[in-house]
């Protein structure tokens, strides 16, 4: 049986022939975890030049140098997914970036509310988290992790074009799929009815987002249609240019998760009336916040991400 490689990020940047030291944890990793020993091959990556395959040499000085040998996957853009959360306790905030990570979100925004009960965050411990979530799923970059700001700061800083899904455990919203066309009506013209979150829901169709279904609704169908091919599995090559990436014109959005308790009335109100806000409904049970990014990321990526795209297995 083919050994699986180790993958590992670095910093430095990555052609073939050059040599990389690595020092500290990662050669505690490959050398004393790992026990990888000179002739030994690893995985590579630093979010910019793709993934390589790199070779050990013999140690020097307690660090553990790798030759790079050839790139096993080029660079490809991963989908442009935001979670917005407010922070919850240590284990389940930490789960949620793991997983947020596995599931290709590109940055997690994280939101002091009225009800939040965590002011401080070991930003340190979370981004090594995503850097681990990243090797072993095979990601070829991390997820940007931002310092905690107000629900309000948030909003009003908010990039224009880019839509809110506000998670909305009253029901007030519509159901996730029918507001991403994952019921067979293609972004129909009920389907961005409502605002976004635990807020209210305005029953008209949302401004923000209405402008982008002419933009989005040629490509949903072959979305959605791709998605089952994913579950089913791929044919298709173990070489880099075989990756098809989610579709810029598809991803631009955010998932909004409020903290234990939900958002207050007065942030509600706040949220039902940004522009780019649109609630939506995760079922008729009341998740935990973990549950609920979970669900929401699982979701989008299956009907508008990057789970349509068809590739070969990374691992060797």
Known sequence: MTRTLSRLLVDEPLRSGDTIALADSKAHYLLNVMRLVPGDS????????????????????????????????????????????????RNPLEL???????????QIHFVQTDYTQRSKLNMERLNTIA???????????VPTLHDAKSLSEILETWPAGRSILYCDESGMGQPIATVLGGDGN???????????????NTGTRNGGLERGVERIAGDVVRVVEGVFDTFLGSSGSD??????????????????????????????????????????????RILRAETAAIAALAVIQAITGDWQAVKGDWRN
């Open 239 to 284: 070489t880099a240019d075989q990756s098809v990436g989610p579709d810029p014109e598809i991803q631009s959005s955010a998932v909004l998760i409020g903290p234990e308790g939900g958002f207050s009335p007065n942030e509600r109100a706040l949220i039902s009336r940004h522009s780019m806000a649109t609630a939506v409904s995760l079922g008729p």
């Open 42 to 89: 690893v995985l590579i990556f630093n979010g910019r030049d793709g993934e390589w395959q790199a070779d050990v040499l013999a140690p020097d000085n307690k660090t553990c140098r790798l030759m790079i040998a050839h790139q096993t996957r080029s660079q490809e853009t991963s989908a442009d997914l935001w979670l917005v959360i407010a922070p919850v306790k």
């Open 186 to 200: 293609a972004f129909g013209a009920n389907a961005f009815s409502g605002s976004a979150g635990t807020g209210s």
């Open 131 to 141: 850097v681990v979530a990243a090797e072993q799923s095979g990601r070829l970059e």
């Open 96 to 106: 949620t970036i793991e997983k947020a990570t596995e599931l290709g979100v590109a």
